[in-house]
């Protein structure tokens, strides 16, 4: 019985068929198959893709080479190759858990925080290996400590704290007083002047306006007085609010600063261990792929 090579024309994997027999089932797949359409499609090469000495299409190659080749494509950078590879690996056998670690190679290396955590998750219900479970979680960990470090830096532009503002401490009472005062004088002055120019009480006019004049200007000294004696009081007023707030501010800078240090680390702690566990996983794979 001779055998010759020949591809199945469902899953494209690399046979050795009895080109004697009509028909056949693939032994990957499990898909019947026509000897002659599989013998003759293992000989077309007019739909093979080379890139880089890499043929992604998947035709002519066993399943297991097709990985291979995807993960040589992901080292490259060949992102948009490698996924074509994927997406066919993926319909042939999705429970092979290499495939979506491909899938979640490809979302680190474009930062894709939906792709790359659904990918390690979906990984991880095809193998029990706890580093996917440990991966899954560092994954989540990264992204919830970078979303906290972003809120953080957000909160420090948009939550400043407002220093006090002079006029809010102007105090205006005892105005009133002051007024009242200057009208009852300028009411007996005037009231002076209708005695003395009716000659009625010249004597106790002349004695009214200069009272009045002496209590208009004591008015006036202690309208002036009580103006600094207020400003006092309120700079005093204002600078205690000042000195409370500036306190507040370095309390909140200090501990935003403390926070975002926190983060910060979280971030680098998870990152390490997340790109320690990626590479160990990475290269048992290109190891076991010997295809």
């Known amino acids: 019985m001779a055998l010759i090579k020949a591809q199945c024309t469902n899953c494209s994997g690399i046979l050795d068929v009895d080109e004697s027999k009509d ?16 013998v003759n499609l293992f000989k077309t090469e007019t739909h093979n893709h080379i890139v880089n ?8 190659m066993h399943p297991e080479a097709r990985l291979k080749n995807a993960y040589t494509l992901i080292e490259k950078k060949e992102n948009k190759l490698a996924t074509e590879i994927l997406d066919e690996c993926k319909k042939l056998f999705p429970t092979d858990w290499r495939v979506w670690f491909g899938y979640y190679m490809l979302s680190e290396q474009s930062w894709n925080s939906t792709q790359d955590t659904m990918a390690i998750n979906t990984a991880s219900k095809f193998n029990d290996d706890p580093r996917l479970k440990e991966l899954g979680d560092v994954i989540l960990g990264w992204y ?10 957000l909160e420090d532009k948009n939550n400043l704290v407002l220093m006090p503002n002079r006029d809010d401490f102007k105090t205006n009472s005892g105005d009133l007083t ?14 002076s002047l209708m005695l003395i120019v009716t000659q009625t009480e010249v004597f106790i006019g002349g ?35 000042y000195d409370e707030r500036e306190s507040q501010l370095k309390e909140m800078q200090k501990k935003y600063e403390t926070n975002l240090m926190n983060t910060s680390k979280q971030r680098e702690l998870y990152n390490s261990r997340r790109n320690e566990l990626t590479k160990e ?11």
């Not at 000495?53 to 002519?60: K, Q, T």
């Not at 919830?144 to 830096?153: N, Q, S, T, V, Y």
């Not at 996983?281 to 010997?290: A, D, K, M, R, V």
């Open 53 to 60: 000495n890499i043929s992604y299409s998947g035709e002519g």
């Open 207 to 241: 004695i009214a306006i200069l009272v009045c004049v002496i209590a208009f200007a004591g008015t006036i000294q202690w309208s002036i007085w009580k103006k600094k004696l207020q400003k006092k009081i309120d700079d005093q007023n204002f600078q205690k609010a």
């Open 23 to 38: 028909a056949a089932i693939c032994p990957f797949c499990n898909t019947p198959y026509i000897v002659e359409k599989a």
């Open 144 to 153: 919830i400590a970078d979303a906290e470090h972003k809120r953080l830096m």
């Open 178 to 191: 002051i007024y009242v005062l200057y009208l009852m004088e300028l009411v007996v002055i005037i009231f």
């Open 281 to 291: 996983l990475f290269n048992e794979i290109i190891n076991s792929l010997t295809v």
